[in-house]
């Protein structure tokens, strides 16, 4: 069984950072592909960033490109998004997702384990 805790959310102004963290325990990490999905209030969970297995490739979905990173220690276990230049827009909670499929997609059906999530909000 695995499972995923995230930290890291909390009240943040407008153009500033904040570094979400996601722990991972249970099966080798390594078998992972990780991700991070939002959800704001009365929308659809979106796609946020994923990375593949060995951390050197990633994918971003278009509302955070360029502002957010995910980056993964395969030693720790842990995934991690850096997000800058943080809109009001960003407000959402923030879930860490792992998916075993060999060719994933960005719906949330291609991601089998999820974390509980943890609240980001930006403030103007």
């Known amino acids: 069984q695995v499972q995923l805790v995230e930290s890291g959310g909390e009240l943040v102004q407008a153009g500033g950072s904040l570094r979400l963290s996601c722990a991972v325990s249970g099966r080798p990490f390594g078998v992972y592909v990780m991700g991070w999905f939002r959800q704001a209030p009365g929308k659809e969970r979106e796609f946020v960033a994923a990375?593949?297995?060995?951390?050197?490739?990633?994918h971003y979905g278009d509302a955070v490109k360029d502002r957010f990173t995910i980056s993964r220690d395969n030693a720790k276990n842990t995934v991690d998004l850096q997000m800058n230049s943080l809109k009001s827009e960003d407000t959402a909670v923030y879930y860490c997702?792992?998916?075993?499929?060999?060719?994933?997609?960005?719906?949330?059906?291609?991601?089998?384990?999820w974390g509980q999530g943890t609240q980001v909000t930006v403030s103007p």
């Open positions: 997702a792992a998916t075993t499929l060999e060719f994933w997609g960005t719906n949330r059906n291609d991601w089998y384990y």
């Open positions: 990375s593949g297995r060995g951390g050197a490739s990633t």
